[in-house]
Nanobody, 123 residues
Framework: QVQLVESGGGLVQAGDSLRLSCAASGRAFSTYSMAWFRQAPGKAREFVAAHSRSGGSTYYADSVKGRFNISRDNAKNQVYLQMNSLKLEDTAVYYC????????????????WGQGTQVTVSS
């Protein structure tokens, strides 16, 4: 089992950058696929980015490709989401998620979730 705690959200202006962090507690962090999802008010939760357990494979939603970067530090039990060139439509609560299986972009596949961190992008 793993517990996830996100941090790093805040209020920024369009075009700014922000880095989210997700700290994981528990054993065998390196065996978990990690992902970021987000949910804007009135909208369904959507996939943002994912990082494989090993091999360094990363996956992105088309809406963030080229602007966001997901990384992980298994020694620190952390996963990060570097967000650049933020847009108004990136405003959402961002959630970190983990699963002990292959990496997917489907929220239903993930077993563990953080409480979320708010990202607000203003014009």
């Amino acid at each position: 089992q793993v517990q996830l705690v996100e941090s790093g959200g805040g209020l920024v202006q369009a075009g700014d950058s922000l880095r989210l962090s997700c700290a994981a507690s528990g054993r065998a962090f390196s065996t978990y696929s990690m992902a970021w999802f987000r949910q804007a008010p009135g909208k369904a939760r959507e996939f943002v980015a994912a990082h494989s357990r090993s091999g360094g494979s990363t996956y992105y939603a088309d809406s963030v490709k080229g602007r966001f970067n997901i990384s992980r530090d298994n020694a620190k039990n952390q996963v990060y989401l570097q967000m650049n060139s933020l847009k108004l439509e990136d405003t959402a609560v961002y959630y970190c998620a983990a699963r002990q299986g292959r990496t997917t972009g489907w929220g239903k596949d993930y077993d563990y979730w953080g409480q979320g961190t708010q990202v607000t992008v203003s014009s």
